[in-house]
């Protein structure tokens, strides 16, 4: 028979075998930059206020203050989509196809754009975790 403090004992074991430490390094969004062109891009990690509450935006770029809003509390996954897209905003509207002219000049073709290939984008990096890393070690040759 095995007494309740050696459940207990086995139990604590059990557990501490099946945790190993993680190697991986947590990194957070919230008061980091993206070096974009000629600036920094500020990235603040935001609650939803009132009015965004009932919208489906999860992100928001803000040229003027070279700022980025992510919401917090999203999946992990949610966000990392929606960093992608916000890049995205930057990026096109630096190359200025946001502008008259531009080929994604019309708000919902930049939407609809920036939406696919940070969907599309999100799957690729999810699903060939080694592209990352890849990339990761020829920045740093
Ligand atoms: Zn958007």
């Known amino acids: 028979m095995v007494s309740k403090l050696e459940k207990e004992a086995l139990a ?19 008061n ?10 500020n990235i603040q990690v935001v609650t939803p206020s009132i009015i965004k509450d009932n919208t489906n935006e999860y992100g928001e ?5 070279h700022s980025i809003e992510i919401q917090t509390a999203q999946k992990p996954l949610d966000e990392v989509n ?3 897209h916000e890049l995205l905003h930057v990026v096109i509207m630096d ?25 599309y984008l999100t799957q690729v990096f999810r699903d060939n975790k080694w592209l ?7 920045f740093n040759e």
């Open 12 to 30: 604590f074991v059990k557990k501490k075998e099946g945790t190993k430490p993680s190697t991986r390094k947590i990194i957070s969004l919230h």
């Open 32 to 41: 980091r930059s993206l070096k974009v062109g000629y600036r920094n891009i």
């Open 61 to 65: 770029y803000f040229p003027h203050r």
């Open 82 to 84: 929606t960093i992608l």
């Open 95 to 119: 190359i200025g196809e946001t502008q008259k002219g531009g080929l994604l000049a019309d708000d919902e073709t930049e939407e609809k754009f920036v939406y696919n290939v940070a969907n």
């Open 132 to 138: 990352l890393t890849y990339m990761q070690n020829k």
